[in-house]
């Protein structure tokens, strides 16, 4: 209940498209009215008493209502569409939003395909609310009132006898309404699960022909959707016994007024006319009925959807910026210093222990160690992408806790191991840098990180389609392209996490030019797992073990003969 009252907070913003609705329908089911009570006067009047001047009367009249209740049902399911679709799309755009806020630990711990399946299956399913859901039920309801309102009015025993079977109705849907919203659960579950497998196999698909892992993949995908089957056909058989098992119900009690009815007809109480106007209404009386049963049912499956999209709308950022908190007037110098810190992703794995790394505004320095050191995790934590659990980072002085995160990322460019471009043209891709840059711009940054001279070589240049993640782009490529986007976000920190994949030495060479356009006159991390990219920097920190083991330049360390000299002796096996 709590989960349909939030849903219907949706409609706020529409209320005069929920009024529209609501009248329509109430007019609908008005005229929806009126075609039984003519066929009584056609029967007892036209027929039995012999009044041949109103046929001509009831045609019209039924005609009439006919058009009119068409009129207004179109118009009711004109509104109900616009009003349905505007939801839908302000769902999408707030659930995109949500995920937008959302901090890295939220994507690293689920699959990317289970998330999209939240933002696009679960909100289409949630849409099925205001649909056939807000719809059927504003429609049924008032048949039903209006229905039951002709009933009393034109035979109160009869009435009572058809409503016998509304408690047994009420228990059954009680009944089936707990039910089958645990198994839409299970189903809504399964569903992103199996949209999960698909984005990873699709993703893989190249690992899944180089392996020929094609049946084994076909073999996991069979057995998920096959238990998707088996979800689905728990709440469908839960419905096959139900929804005749309902109709049954409601039947028997058309039957019982047909019986007590007749009778009354032969007691001279009741006309034909009037018996057959009854049931007539008693026939439009259970539509609505079974109508309320089918929308219960979808609506079972809708509320166990939007459960999951609520669960992103809710879903608090691990890493968020603290309230009142202003942006700095000038940006960063870029002096960064991490003071003794601390960091875990599962606090019975400490990455870093201790670490306090300085680095002068302008100055250069690489951090090395051996693989799983937690390199890369202090890029991450320079980011914000997570917060430190122990110690403090700060850039000019100031904790980057108390920077909002959007000025914190605006002050650092970031070149990740595996650059990841969008699925669209080079131009494209260079501009997320700065959005509002024009083609010099855009051609300058270019130059400097030694990509102009491929780009203009692709077909169409910068408007080269260049594939989803940049696959039409060789390694070497992709990541001078994103050194050019950081060169036109142009700013004062920069963090280079290196490829750890070979790269042919033509390739390293026009890589190492862009680093060193890219790192003129700012605040320089090198992430290097190869120690051969490593020359032109000032200082190099080694960390082992979550600790600063070493600290110095190439000579020195060398001569140190420790971790650094290991580490470069068994690269480079000198
Ligand atoms: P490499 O040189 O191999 O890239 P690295 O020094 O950059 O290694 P990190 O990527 O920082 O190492 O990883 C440090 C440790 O943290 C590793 O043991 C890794 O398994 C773990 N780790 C990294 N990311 C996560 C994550 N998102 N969740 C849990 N553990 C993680």
Redesign the pocket.
Known sequence: MKTLLRVLQYLRPYRLMVLGTFLFAGLTTAFELVPPWLIKILIDDVIQANRVELLTWVFVGLAGSYLLRNLCSSMRIRLNNSLEQQVVHDLHVQVFAALQRLS??FF?NRPTGEIMSRVLNDTEHMQRIFVDGLEEIITAGLTLIGIMVVLFWLNWKLALLALLPIPILIIGAALFTKRVHGYYREIRKGAAELNALLQDSLAGIRETMGFNRQPYEQDRFGRKSDQCRKDTLKAMYLWSFYSPGMMLIGSLGGALVLWFGTAEVLAKHLSVGELVMFTSYLALFYVPINQIHSVNHMLQHALAASERVFDVLDTVPDVRDEPGIQAPVARFTGAVAFDHVQFH??SD?P?LKDVSITVRAGERVALV??????????L?LLNRFYDVTGGSITIDGMDIRRVPLAFLRNQIGLVQ?EPFLFNGTVRENILYGDLSAGQEAIEAAAKAARAHEFIVKLPEGYDTWIGERGVKLSVGQRQRVSIARVLLKDPPIVMF?EA?SNIDTETEVKIREALNELTKGRTTII?A?RLSTINEVDRIIV?EHGRVVEEGTHEVLITRGGVYSRLYEAQFQV
């Open positions: 890295i630990s690293e992703y599962r794995a990455i160690g051996p693989s799983g050191a937690g390199k890369s995790t202090t991450k191991q996490d750890t992430i797992h960390v």
